[in-house]
């Protein structure tokens, strides 16, 4: 993920910080973690690292959390990893989340992967994740917008995986982080829950 940054929620690049690997696998997108391993080398490993997880192939055919194998190889997962966490794409059924709350508050960091830009469905993956009461980091990859970035923030979003192109263009991306710092009632409007009254 070299030609990746990691942006918090202030528009810090947090890059250098970042401890995550992601699990390699056939439909790992670019950008979800800056280390790429397979769940061979993570065995192999000496040391215990923070491992992304892609939610779907835990997942039977039916939505629900699998068992069997699946489950084993993913409990030797978290034994072998410091911190685990998932990386979902957003074009996921979000009404589904709610009877995988018991997984997903366990994860440390969740990556909402966005396969298009006209697809606003992390929105409410992320919006989903916080009414579920989820306290850990909430990540956003791909085809996202950089005007959408403050309302992702609004619902929830912790941290944003941008490209190189995004971060070298004119755009001043800080405005991004502060595009609804306006008054509303003499409160910030970035601050308001995402349905408050004016």
């Known amino acids: 993920m070299a030609n ?6 202030s528009g810090v690049d947090i890059s250098a910080q970042d401890s995550w690997h992601a699990l390699a696998t056939d439909t790992l997108p670019d950008g979800i973690a800056s280390i790429e391993l397979t769940l061979l080398e993570l065995l192999q490993k000496q040391e ?17 959390m699998a068992t069997g194998l699946v489950k084993e190889v993913y ?3 978290a034994q072998h990893s ?8 957003a074009d996921s059924d979000t009404e589904a989340l709610t009877a995988l709350s018991e997984l997903l508050l366990k994860q440390t960091l969740i990556v909402i992967h966005v396969p298009k830009f006209a697809d606003g469905r992390g929105f409410s993956f992320a919006q989903t994740l916080r009414q ?10 791909g085809a996202f917008g950089r005007d959408q970035i403050a309302y992702l923030l609004r619902v929830g979003v912790d941290s944003f995986v941008l490209s190189e192109h995004d971060l070298q263009s ?3 991306i800080s405005q ?6 306006s008054s509303y009632g003499g409160r910030n409007a970035a601050d308001l829950p995402m349905f408050a009254g004016a």
């Open 75 to 77: 409990d030797l997962i």
């Open 176 to 181: 991004a982080f502060t595009a609804l710092a």
């Open 170 to 172: 004119d755009f001043d």
């Open 82 to 89: 410091s911190r685990t966490g998932l990386w979902v794409t």
């Open 48 to 64: 215990k690292p923070d491992v992304l997880v892609p939610l779907a192939d835990l997942l039977d055919g039916s939505g629900a």
């Open 132 to 141: 579920l009461a989820y306290q850990g980091e909430i990540r956003v990859a």
């Open 4 to 9: 990746h940054h990691i942006l918090d929620s």
